[in-house]
């Protein structure tokens, strides 16, 4: 089984302060996503990369697949309280399923 | 669109009774799948259907029937409820198997005593 460790667990910070959050595995996969989830709600898709290396930003947010496609990153610049949130990871298994990871707890203090 | 929308959003079992979850897309989506969350485990994937009238074992299909008789729908059914399934159950769909784009439904809340 595929696994995929998220860290930290937990983030509490500032408003306006910087952060980044990492998605690790010992496997590789063909693509790796990133997902925000509410309270309540269903995790939404916020990117998906899949070239080694590649790196995608989304307005603050920007997103990293590692060379050798076994890990991400996701760093958010300037948050914001909107950001607050469970960031999820999950990664493609080269079949046609996701392993998702447990999740990094995001708090944006105004 | 409403795209996947799912019932209950909340229910209460006794342990050894039935039920379904329901699960509609209206995105004529051929891939749907269930995933259950639990804290500090992120989803895990339960069953999973490529299109209709195809379903597969995802990694936690235990205790849990599926089937797809048309596109648009794809119930989860709990044969015999035990503590152990109280989580939040989520489906999800996508174009298919080679489409990265991934939409989930709000979810519904399981508790079983």
């Known amino acids: 089984t595929q696994l995929l460790e998220q860290s930290p667990q937990f983030l509490s910070i500032q408003e306006g302060e910087n952060l980044t959050v990492y998605c690790n595995s010992s496997?590789?996969?063909?693509?790796l996503q990133w997902y925000r989830q509410e309270p309540g709600e269903g995790p939404v898709l916020l990117v998906t990369v899949v070239t080694g290396g590649e790196v995608k930003k989304l307005k603050r947010l920007t997103f990293q697949f590692g060379d050798a496609r076994k890990d991400s990153s996701l760093h958010i610049t300037a948050a914001q309280p909107g950001d607050t949130g469970l960031y999820l990871c999950?990664?493609?298994?080269?079949?046609?399923?996701?392993?998702f990871g447990p999740g990094t707890r995001l708090s944006v203090l105004p | 669109n409403a795209g996947v929308t799912q019932t209950p959003k909340f229910q209460v079992l006794k342990t050894g009774q039935s039920m379904t979850l329901q699960c509609a897309q209206d995105?004529?989506?051929?891939?749907m799948s269930w995933y259950r969350q639990d804290p500090g485990m992120g989803l895990r994937l339960i069953h999973y259907?490529?299109?209709?009238?195809?379903?597969d074992q995802g990694e936690v299909p235990n205790g849990y029937n599926v089937s797809r008789s048309t596109t648009e729908d794809f119930p989860l059914r709990l044969l015999s409820a035990a503590p152990s399934q109280t989580s939040v159950y989520f489906c999800?769909?996508?174009?298919?198997?080679?489409?990265?784009?991934?939409?989930f439904g709000p979810g519904t809340r399981l508790t079983v005593t």
């Open positions: 259907s490529v299109g209709a009238g195809i379903t």
């Open positions: 496997s590789v996969f063909s693509s």
């Open positions: 999950a990664g493609e298994d080269y079949g046609q399923n996701f392993v």
């Open positions: 999800a769909s996508r174009r298919g198997v080679a489409s990265y784009e991934q939409y």
């Open positions: 995105m004529n989506h051929e891939y």
